[in-house]
Structure formats: structure tokens, C-alpha cells
């Protein structure tokens, strides 16, 4: 079972590219619990117990990150974003791209702060730091863009959420080789 869910990890960038965009349609619980499992059972093969904590990955797709709309606040009806997309839309004096880039990249810094615990027990702390640079690329670069949608099987899904979640496996994956 080990060898084959450790052969599984090569496999990461695509199921996680898959099942972020999906929990970005709706199904949040693959992007908070089934895609957090899937890197604490990686990092408990790869690292030990302490591998388990690549898990707090869940934390950071449950934080949200939406800026608030224009009309904000002046309309009842407006979307308010999340307490750190207000946080930087107010500090930027409601730059939407730029609250966009700090809001997503704060994120982006958690999720790399979840792969933290590989480098310091495989000491293998460069392919962490290009593990993050994929993180937060995909973070602050792709994925908030409006790339509009593509089928996959029966299901729509964003071509951003595909990129961004690709990119962000791929550098999980790097960790853990």
C-alpha cells in the first residue's frame, strides 16, 4: 500500500489541479478536507507523524479570499469579500487587482508555511523554496483570473482554478520529492 500511494505523489499536480477546480464549483469539501488529506497521508509516508501537518493545507483554502465589490458599502446588496480581501482592498484604497495579488499571496504564504515541516526533516531546502515559487505564482498570478470555463468529464470548471491548483500540486510535489 505504501509504495503505491507513494507513486501515487507523482500523480499530485493533476488530481490536485482537478479536485481544486472542482471545489472551487461549489464542492468546498474536496478543496478543505479530501485535498488536505491527500497531502497528510504524503507527508506521514514521506516524513513520519510530523508529516501529517502538510494537512493544515485545509486551513488555508477555507480562509476566502474575495475583495469586495464596487459598490461596497454603499449598496445593502454588495458583496463585502472576506476579512482579508476587505483588509487589503481598503489598504491599496480599493485597488481590486492589486487587493487581489496581496489577499491571495497571504494565502499563498500559508500554504507554503504547510509545506514548511519537509524541508526541516528532509533538509532539502531548496526544493522548497521552488515549491513555494510555484505555490505563490499560482496564488498572485493565476488565480483570480477570469479565464472563463472548460469541461472536464460532466463537470464545468475554471481554467484559472486548473492552472492555479496545478501549480500549487506541482509545488507540494516538489517538497516532497
Request: hydrophobic residues 45%; glycine residues 14%; contains cysteine.
Amino acid at each position: 500500500m505504501k509504495k503505491w500511494f507513494e507513486k501515487l505523489k507523482y500523480l499530485l499536480p493533476l488530481i490536485g489541479s482537478y479536485l481544486g477546480a472542482l471545489g472551487g464549483q461549489g464542492v468546498k469539501f474536496v478543496r478543505r478536507f479530501i485535498l488536505p488529506i491527500i497531502l497528510a497521508t504524503l507527508g506521514y509516508l514521506n516524513i513520519g507523524w510530523w508529516g501529517i501537518l502538510l494537512g493544515t493545507f485545509g486551513i488555508w483554502t477555507a480562509v476566502g479570499y474575495g475583495i469586495p465589490d464596487k459598490n461596497y458599502p454603499t449598496d445593502p446588496n454588495a458583496d463585502s469579500g472576506s476579512t482579508i480581501g476587505r483588509f487589503f482592498w481598503n489598504l491599496v484604497n480599493k485597488n481590486h487587482r492589486l487587493a487581489d495579488i496581496l489577499t491571495r499571496g497571504s494565502v499563498g504564504i500559508g500554504m507554503c508555511l504547510s509545506g514548511l515541516v519537509l524541508p526541516i526533516f528532509k533538509e532539502n531546502w531548496l526544493m522548497y523554496i521552488i515549491g513555494c515559487l510555484f505555490i505563490m505564482i499560482g496564488q498572485t498570478v493565476f488565480s483570480y483570473r477570469g479565464w472563463g470555463e472548460i469541461k472536464v468529464g460532466s463537470k464545468k470548471l475554471l481554467v484559472s482554478d486548473l492552472i492555479n491548483y496545478g501549480l500549487i500540486f506541482t509545488g507540494y510535489l516538489l517538497m516532497l520529492i
